[in-house]
């Protein structure tokens, strides 16, 4: 054998262990300083109050913080693009509901630098819960009532969403398409300020969780709720399909991403602790208090979830005819 062929042989052996080493210091070690989870909305929406509680959690489970960064604008886009282009060391993460990872970016299509579905879910943070929440002075107190009174005082109901193209953005397009009402959307930059605005009564409509402890204490009026079935705190407040508008839910759950390329043991270490405190009694109430619902998800259940919201949402589009403004 030539002495040329001996030392590439040598090199070889001695990558292996090497390669193997890293790996294996990636597993032990991670995370090694603060993480960080960048919410692409400003604080006080629902995204935000789901994700700090998270983020409380990991730094305890894991001996190192994990802090919330809020980088709102263009209904989440900024944020979601300074994650995907970040480095993949494990280290940043966007935390957001499916308004960042299938909403939006079906609708800004054409606008977008970069492909949302290259991000790698990490881990399923929960399932949001929600309802069309009304201002005291409109004086209805029922869905059934919402209706008559949009259909009687065409121009004078408005309502706010976090952005163009989020969840609540499709929420109300699909109220409109469903029930034939008229009813103005108002785009914020986020859910705090639309909910600002909700409760000073200058808008008169919100569908998003941030609503809920002021509809416990009594500023606003909860007429539904937008999951399958009825919601443990408000026991009384029926489903949208109990109110006679079927298949128009549009339900919200919330997810971890990191840009394409992080190392799949740091991606499977997270999962796993993630799954870990979910299944937990206490988790349960935690999340409760910030009407979000815990799920236990693998890798493979959470991206088939991503898959199906995807074509879902995508045939809602399209079916609504719902376009930017």
């Not at 009594?218 to 919601?231: A, D, E, H, M, W």
């Amino acid at each position: 054998m030539k002495r040329r062929d001996v030392l590439k042989l040598a090199a070889a052996a001695a990558a292996t262990p090497i390669i193997e080493r890293s790996t294996a210091i990636a597993q032990v070690s991670w995370p090694d300083r603060p993480v960080k989870f960048v919410v692409s909305f400003p604080p006080g929406g629902a995204t935000d109050l789901v994700a700090r509680p998270w983020a409380e959690a990991l730094s305890k489970a894991f001996n190192q913080q994990f802090l919330v960064e809020n980088r709102g604008g263009a209904s989440g886009m900024i944020g979601n693009e300074a994650v995907f282009r970040s480095a993949p060391d494990g280290h940043t993460f966007l935390f957001t509901g499916n308004t960042g990872t299938v909403g939006v970016p079906l609708l800004y299509k054409s606008r977008i630098n970069f492909d949302a579905r290259q991000f790698v879910a990490v881990g399923h943070m929960g399932n949001g819960v929600s309802g069309f929440a009304v201002h005291p002075s409109v004086g209805v107190k029922t869905f059934a009532e919402l209706l008559d009174y949009a259909r009687k005082n065409p121009g004078k109901l408005n309502f706010g969403s976090s952005g163009p193209g989020t969840q609540p953005h499709l929420r109300h397009e699909m109220l409109c398409f469903k029930t034939g009402v008229q009813i103005a959307h108002i785009p914020y930059r986020g859910g705090s300020e639309s909910l600002q605005d909700l409760l000073a009564g200058n808008i008169q409509l919100m569908n998003e969780a941030s609503t809920l402890p002021h509809v416990k204490g009594g500023k606003l009026i909860l007429l539904n709720v937008n999951t399958p079935t009825r919601f443990v705190e408000f026991p009384d407040v029926p489903t949208l399909t109990e109110c006679g508008v079927k298949d128009a839910d549009m339900g919200s759950w919330f997810g971890l991403y990191t840009p394409p390329g992080t190392p799949k043991e740091i991606v499977a270490k997270l999962n796993a602790k993630v799954n870990e405190i979910s299944a937990t009694p206490e988790w349960k109430a935690k999340m409760q208090q910030v009407a979000c619902l815990p799920v236990v998800a693998s890798l493979d259940e959470i991206q088939k979830i991503w898959d199906a919201d995807w074509k879902n949402t995508e045939e809602v589009i399209k079916t609504a005819n719902i376009k930017l403004e």
